[in-house]
């Protein structure tokens, strides 16, 4: 409110400035002339306010341009050449449109100097023509005399106002050439600005982009064609930071699988003698004390046996085994499994019916969809009123399975993280369901996308793409 | 260059108007009289005729001095201002006869009067002899009156619209005296 108020406070401040300047000068004004002429002064000031503002305006950008082009500010170069040629066009048609004013000025000046001349000269020739006439009486002589002497007082008084018109006249002409000059000017500037201000922007978001700043936006409302650029430069970068999020995202996983691959060989080496021994023992002492104790450790080693097949399952992505199959079907079939498993928990299908078949494993998809689902209630354990919902859809190129639940949601900060191997938020977790889903779903073409808000939910997008024959 | 001489030139006089280099010219001598009922005024001012203003009559140019006499209730409320009660207009005019060598007063007590010296017409072009300013009975008892009176001296008038303006560039041909303010004894007998 203060920030919009200020011109008009400013505005009145000037307004109230103008006003006492015209009292000032009105003292010596007769009562029934002080309004006209106040009107007149208060139009004298406010042009020349104006105009002023006008100036210091124009030499304000005039400064900054040059400082800018000195100090070789991105897009200086594009502004100046739209400056000059945008104020200069305009500002030599002016002058010409003054010169020729001018012209006209000096004109009425030279008119003003004849007109009551000729008046006298045609009053004397009257006069010469009456004393030629000796007849006349002398009544009517002295009458034409008083006349002429009364068209001399008439020309005497235009003539003495001439200087002071003269001066009147040049300061209202310099005047109005001042404020149309600077209206040119500052026009020119003012456009220049306008068009050369987006151009700027893009410029110094390409270098931000060159310079490796993916998260540079520009953020300038513009109506002109502009906008169309700055949208389209911002969805360049957008796209280009997601491509470079899920190469890293790759790349990590690659690395991982790599470690995973390694680290499953070396201790399933060891760990296949070393069962064979406890269960050698096992038999041998079975029946005596120690019997319990070698029963833990092949347990244990059992434990250890699984965590290592999810980690070689996460190394070998199985060979894709595909078919024609229903996504829906599929969803339905997980749906009838879940909801015998967990009464607090509600889940729903919003199926589109008019899905088509897609070309999927169907063992891994299922699989992929049961880790999403599990997650989905873990994230709901607690709640009162969990709620899942299953979602199906499709466009003309691609096929949408949504999974979304009113669980606790995922913090932003760890939202990357968790496409990383043995990565959970749980205890009980081993951190490789989702890295393993993202898996499954990268290797049938498709792609996983992630969207929570905390305390509301979270919402799991897996796109697949349509079979060829059904586009 | 002269538009530009001319320009700065105009500046110059414009705000010269904000400085009372000019405004000399003063009501330096005036009487009020109580006669049959009527309140009457008589009054002189000096320095109307300046260097520039004696230079326009003896070019033949016209003078004009109007004299404004208001009648002012004084306000009974500091703020407030003071009511005009009544407002008289006097005109009077100096003209120079070229061809008889004498200056021209139109006055309001003579319509014409001629003389030879020029100190002689700045005499009685700036005094007025006994004007009846208000009748008695239009003031009341219970409030405060005054006169108060004020001379313009205009050598140099251009017809408006441009004359409006013009009045105010030309503060070395056309100026006024301050307003000079006689109490008046409100009405008491």
Request: charged residues 25%; positive net charge; glycine residues 4%.
């Amino acid at each position: 409110l203060k920030k919009k108020l200020l011109p008009f406070v400013g505005i009145g401040i000037i307004l109230l400035g103008i006003i006492a300047l015209v009292v000032f000068q009105l003292r010596s004004q007769l009562p029934h002339r002080i309004l006209p002429t106040a009107g007149m002064l208060f139009l004298f000031y406010t042009i020349s306010f104006i105009s002023i503002c006008l100036f210091i305006s124009v030499i304000i950008n005039l400064i900054k341009l040059i400082s800018e082009r000195k100090r070789a500010v991105i897009g200086s170069a594009f502004k100046t050449r739209l400056t000059l040629a945008l104020s200069l066009v305009p500002l030599f048609s002016v002058l010409l449109l003054l010169l020729l004013s001018l012209f006209g000025l000096s004109e009425s000046f030279k008119l003003l100097n004849t007109l009551p001349l000729t008046k006298i000269i045609q009053d004397i020739l009257v006069l010469v023509e009456e004393i030629s006439e000796s007849e006349t009486s002398s009544e009517k002589l002295s009458f034409t005399a008083e006349r002429l002497q009364e068209t001399f007082r008439e020309f005497r008084k235009i003539e003495l106002a001439t200087q002071p018109m003269k001066v009147i006249l040049s300061l209202t002409f310099i005047l109005t050439s001042l404020l149309i000059l600077n209206s040119a000017l500052w026009f020119g500037f003012r456009l220049a600005e306008s068009i050369a201000r987006p151009m700027e922007k893009l410029l110094r978001g390409l270098e931000k982009v060159f310079e490796g700043n993916l998260n540079y936006r520009i953020n300038f409302p513009t109506k002109t064609e502009f906008s169309h650029l700055i949208t389209a430069f911002n969805q360049m970068t957008a796209r280009l930071q997601q491509s470079r999020q899920e190469l890293a995202r790759a790349q990590k996983i690659a690395a991982w699988r790599e470690v995973a691959q390694r680290v499953a060989h070396e201790i399933k080496n060891t760990l296949t003698p070393l069962k064979l021994s406890a269960e050698h023992l096992l038999r041998k002492l079975g029946g005596t004390p120690s019997y319990p104790y070698i029963q833990n450790i092949i347990n244990q080693i059992k434990g250890l046996e699984n965590l290592l097949s999810g980690f070689s399952q996460f190394a070998q992505m199985p060979k894709l085994n595909c078919r024609k199959c229903s996504l829906n079907q599929i969803l339905k079939e997980i749906k009838t499994v879940y909801s015998s498993a967990d009464k607090n928990i509600e889940i729903n299908l919003d199926l589109d019916p008019a899905l088509p078949p897609c070309s999927v494993d169907p063992i891994l998809i299922r699989q992929a969809f049961t880790n999403l689902i599990n997650n989905s209630l873990t994230a709901l354990e607690g709640s009162p009123e969990g709620r899942i919902l299953l979602k199906t859809s499709f466009d003309s190129q691609h096929l949408k399975v949504e999974i979304l639940d009113n669980g606790r949601g995922i913090a932003p900060e760890i939202k990357d993280k968790l496409f990383t191997p043995y990565f959970s938020t749980t205890k009980k977790g081993l951190g490789l369901g989702l890295a393993i889903t993202n898996q499954i779903i990268t290797a049938h073409g498709g792609k996983l996308e992630l969207f929570s808000k905390i305390n509301q939910g979270t919402k799991v997008v897996l796109t697949f793409p349509k079979m060829k024959d059904e586009r | 260059v002269t538009l530009l001489r001319r320009t700065i030139l105009g500046i110059v006089i414009f705000f010269a108007n904000f400085f009372p280099l000019f405004g000399k010219a003063v009501i330096s001598k005036v009487n009020i009289s109580l006669e049959d009922g009527i309140i009457y005024l008589r009054l002189s001012g000096k320095n109307f005729f300046t260097e520039e203003v004696k230079k326009i009559i003896l070019a033949g140019g016209e003078v004009k001095v109007t004299f404004i006499i208001d009648c002012q209730k004084k306000s009974s409320f500091p703020i407030l201002p003071d009511r005009n009660i009544k407002r008289h207009e006097i005109i009077h005019k100096v003209t120079y006869d070229i061809l008889k060598k004498e200056f021209v007063v139109f006055s309001s007590e003579a319509s014409e009067e001629r003389t030879t010296s020029i100190e002689e017409a700045e005499k009685r072009v700036s005094e007025i002899k006994k004007f009846p300013v208000i009748s008695e009975r239009e003031l009341k008892k219970e409030f405060l009156y005054y006169i108060r009176v004020k001379a313009y001296i205009n050598s140099l008038e251009l017809y408006p619209p441009l004359g409006y303006i013009f009045d105010v560039f030309t503060p070395l041909w056309n100026f006024s005296t301050p307003w000079r303010k006689i109490p008046l004894l409100g009405g008491k007998d």
